[in-house]
């Protein structure tokens, strides 16, 4: 079964930038990033399909992350910028055969990586 390690998290200033990376152990197919803050259930940020010809973005983060991949090293990318105190939360990555905004259709999750963004 599928591996995922995240990395990249931490505490940055309003109006900083952040970039999560998530390495799998073996080729993936969709793949997307969640997050939740205390208090508040798990919710989409953005998905990338096996190709990276298609992407989908949370209306909140829309315009300020970008999600990417690099197939070779089976890795997804979340570049955040423009980052503001709602967007602190943890971060998961996960995997899947079918791109969704729900999470519970993915198979696999990473561990997840804390994100704070202080004003």
């Known amino acids: 079964q599928v591996q995922l390690v995240e990395s990249g998290g931490g505490s940055v200033q309003a109006g900083g930038s952040l970039r999560l990376s998530c390495a799998a152990s073996?080729?993936?197919?969709?793949m997307a990033w969640f997050r939740q803050a205390p208090g508040k259930e798990r919710e989409f940020v953005a998905v990338?399909?096996?190709?990276?010809?298609?992407?989908l973005y949370a209306d909140a983060v829309k315009g300020r992350f970008t999600i990417s991949r690099e197939n070779a090293k089976n890795t997804v990318h979340l570049q955040m910028s423009s980052l503001k105190p709602e967007d602190t939360a943890v971060y998961y990555c996960?995997?899947?055969?079918?791109?969704?905004?729900?999470?519970?259709?993915?198979?696999?999750w990473g561990q997840g990586t804390q994100v704070t963004v202080s004003s």
């Open positions: 073996e080729r993936t197919f969709t």
């Open positions: 990338i399909s096996r190709s990276g010809s298609t992407t």
């Open positions: 996960a995997t899947g055969t079918d791109t969704s905004t729900s999470p519970t259709v993915y198979n696999y």
